[in-house]
Structure formats: C-alpha cells, structure tokens
C-alpha cells in the first residue's frame, strides 16, 4: 500500500502553492495572497469529503474569497490543470510499480486528497499501475482514521496482517498503518528541498531512501 504526494510523485513546495495561487487568483480575478491564504486555511474541509468534486471546491473558494459566480467555471477547469500536472511520476516509479505487480503483488493507493486530485487521477500513469485507490475526501475520512486503511485493504482483498505500508510520513499516517496491523517503512520525502506535508510526525521505525528500493527492502524480508 502507497501513499501518493511524497512518495510516488513530488510533495509540493511553499512555492508551488503560490505559483498555483497565483493561477487561481487570475481565473478569478483577485489578490493571489487571499487564495493563498484559502488554502492554508482549509485543509481540512478540503480533504475530509466536506467537498466531494472540484466544482465543490471551486464554488467554496470563490465564495470564500468574495468573487463572482462567473469565476467558478474557470477556476473549477484551473484546478483540475493543476491536479494534473501534481500526478505525473518519474518514470523510475512506474518501472518499479509494473517490477512490483510482476511479482504477483498487489498496489494500493490511499491519500489524503482534495476533489480535483480525485478528478485528475485517471489522467496519471499511476492510475493504471495499481489495484486499487482510496482518496480522502471520496472516502469523507482522513489519515489516520482506521476505515480508510480497512476500505482499501478490502478493495485489495489483502489483510493488514500481509500489507507493507510505504509512505513518507504525513498525517500520521505510518502509525495509522501499524494500528491497523500492517509492516510500515517510511521513505525520504520525494520532492524537493522544503517540500510540505500536512500533520508530519517523526518516525523511528524502518525506512528506505525513496519508493524505487521497495523491491530490493521486500527482498531482504524474505
């Protein structure tokens, strides 16, 4: 089991937030420090299924942000611009999803997850290499909570007990994992320097450098 943002494509950077603030600031026609501010401020109802679609999220924004109804079209269509380019790998982590499913193993996503990386999902090359993905606001849970590891456990048809859970660390999610009775290894935040992530904590169990030496760490287990 993977988590996403981190692990198998880069976690955004302080910049990369404002760079898409800018974005969304012009589709709306405003300051791009009120949408910055936006999204500092609303992670959680971003991410819990408060909103479900990206055209959810859009209205939420331009209402919170005081523009014009007119404004929610164009930027429902910049977000899901930008939730595309956030799911594109390195092509060393597609080889070693396609490495790791030719052993017989099967890949889950579960990620803590606004509407428009639930809407660009199908676009990435992620997509077609795992069994399963479990986003949090399609779910209306976020890590840690115990039902997102059990729902995509059941989707996989793998107990905990027989799940490697790989992931960098954010929401806490590498003891969420071990609560539900999985083997973790956390992994070098992909991305880089001053890359973000919400609700980190330290981590002292086993860990990799990145999600590529999952298969030679499998190795070594057995």
Do not use: Q
Request: proline fraction near 6%; hydrophobic fraction near 45%.
């Amino acid at each position: 089991m993977l988590d996403l943002f981190g692990t198998l494509v880069d976690a955004p950077t302080p910049a990369d937030r404002s760079r898409a603030a800018s974005r969304l600031a012009h589709a709306i026609g405003c300051d791009p420090a009120a949408v910055e501010l936006y999204l500092r401020a609303t992670w959680t109802v971003r991410h819990d299924g408060t909103m479900a679609t990206g055209g959810a999220l859009a209205e939420h924004l331009v209402g919170l942000i005081g523009g014009p109804v007119s404004a929610v079209e164009p930027v429902a269509h910049e977000l899901l611009a930008l939730g595309c380019s956030r799911v594109v790998p390195d092509d060393s982590v597609i080889e070693t999803l396609l490495a790791l499913h030719g052993c017989g193993l099967r890949l889950g996503v579960l990620r803590d997850a606004s509407p428009d990386i639930v809407a660009a999902w199908p676009t990435s090359p992620l997509a077609g290499c795992v069994d399963a993905a479990v986003f949090s606001c399609a779910a209306g849970w976020t890590k840690p909570d115990h039902r997102l590891y059990a729902r995509i456990s059941d989707m996989l048809g793998v107990p905990g007990s027989e799940t490697l859970y790989v992931g960098d660390g954010g929401g806490d999610e590498l003891r969420g994992a071990r609560r539900c009775g999985m083997s973790v290894v956390t992994i070098r935040r992909r991305g880089p320097h001053g890359a973000m992530a919400f609700g980190d904590r330290p981590w002292r169990g086993p860990a990799i450098d990145t999600v590529e030496l999952v298969h030679a760490y499998l190795a070594e287990l057995s």
